[in-house]
């Protein structure tokens, strides 16, 4: 804690009374802190793909341009490195705007079982692992408040994750539970897992579990930040439970009245 004291003094000399403004330094020390760290860390990814390119421009400007079979790769490394660099700055554009005090959720009505559904048919469709799907979701309607687009992103991210980190062969299972004055959504992949003490960070901006790795993989670090953020947007809250080897589950919660129109069987 830190005091800055001023003395109210009159022209007479004598003191009327003192006013104290009192800072809780450890607060803003740590807010200063988390700020410093962001900031090297954004200059930090964007840095490395940038020295990537650097070096294989370079390289392509000396001579191997003329190479018909190491040009078109070099190309090909320079354009992956380029589209890293546009989720970043886009994702960095999403965290700003809701570190904005405008944020607004643009709210509505939505039947969250058939908007989940809709967003796993898009997966089904477009996926080219072979990785195999199942949904265990109510068959009837739920009715949720939500900003649609936002909750779409939540949902993509995870099961981007799921995808990304699943064996060949392996099974991602997606659920729907509704409880007293919640709905759970959850994913469930087969893929590496990940490990106990680390379990909490991966809703951290810029924590990745294996850096290289999930680098190589194109991620952001920032895909499960957004996330925690959205849903915690929503009243909601986001949490992971894994087993090393075995595989992941990422689950989260939205507040859940039920209602007349949330037609039981
Ligand atoms: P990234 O863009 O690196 O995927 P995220 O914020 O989406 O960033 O995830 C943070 C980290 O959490 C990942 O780098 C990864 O280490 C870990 N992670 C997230 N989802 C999974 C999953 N389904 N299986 C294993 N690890 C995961």
Known sequence: LRANVSVIQKETGFVNGLIAVLHDITEQEKIDMER???????????????????S?????AEGAWQDDEIAPKFLEVTQTETERMIRLVNDLLQLSKMDSRDYKLNKEWIDIISFYNRIIDRFELSK???VTFERKLPTHSAFVEIDGDKLTQVIDNIIS???????????????LEEKNDIVVIGVSDQGVGIPKNNINKIFERFYRV?????????????????????????????WATSKEGKGTTISFSLPYLRTEEDDWE
């Open 36 to 54: 410093r760290e962001f900031v090297a860390n954004v200059s930090h990814e964007l840095r490395t793909p940038l020295t990537t390119m650097r």
């Open 56 to 60: 294989y421009l370079e390289a392509l």
């Open 128 to 130: 080219q692992q072979n």
């Open 161 to 175: 994750n799921a995808l990304k980190y699943s064996p060949e062969g392996g099974k991602i299972t997606f659920r």
């Open 210 to 238: 294996d850096k290289a790795r999930t680098r190589k993989l194109g991620g952001t670090g920032l895909g499960l930040a957004i996330a925690k953020e959205m849903v915690e947007a929503h009243g909601g809250e986001i």
